[in-house]
């Protein structure tokens, strides 16, 4: 479904992990890491960091989105997102919405439980999907192109 090899899909989901040391959430105790991968294989991480006015916190696909767009890199080829529980978590809305900004609707996710990698029966299995599939009937930038009556 994706086109990205083993290793890559490997690459980043380690640094998604990795990511996740970096969150900022003594209010809910709940660590986010995000990574995208760009064409030319370059992974931007993002955490959750929270804040005091819950309203000002960021997630951490917006986070690494924010990051990348900051220094001028728009393109994104993949993205993983893992939190610390057992089950695969997808992006909140608003980060569906703000991802759909800057990739395809048939950009792949991959969303990691915690125990992925784990040894033995628990081992936790990677849901793969895509934007498209996350974000039905999506509004992107092309819709602002089009004709009015």
């Known amino acids: 479904m994706t086109g990205l090899s083993t290793e890559d899909r490997d690459k980043l989901i380690a640094a998604a992990i990795e990511a996740k040391e970096g969150s900022y959430s003594p209010y809910s105790k709940f660590r986010v890491g995000a990574a995208f991968m760009t064409p030319s294989g370059a992974i ?13 916190t960021i997630c951490a696909e917006r986070t690494a989105l924010v990051k990348a767009a ?7 080829v993949a993205l993983a997102v893992t939190t610390d529980v057992p089950s695969a978590i997808s992006p909140c809305g608003i980060c569906r919405q703000f991802i759909r900004e800057f990739c ?3 950009l792949p996710v991959y969303l990691v439980p915690a125990n992925y990698g784990s040894h033995g029966d628990s081992k936790g299995e990677i849901t793969e999907t895509t934007l498209g599939d996350l974000l039905p009937y999506s509004f992107g930038p092309e819709d602002l192109e089009l004709p009015r009556i």
């Open 44 to 56: 931007i991480k993002g955490a959750n960091i929270e804040n005091a006015s819950y309203g000002a």
């Open 70 to 76: 900051s220094e001028g890199i728009r393109e994104f």
């Open 104 to 106: 395809a609707l048939k």
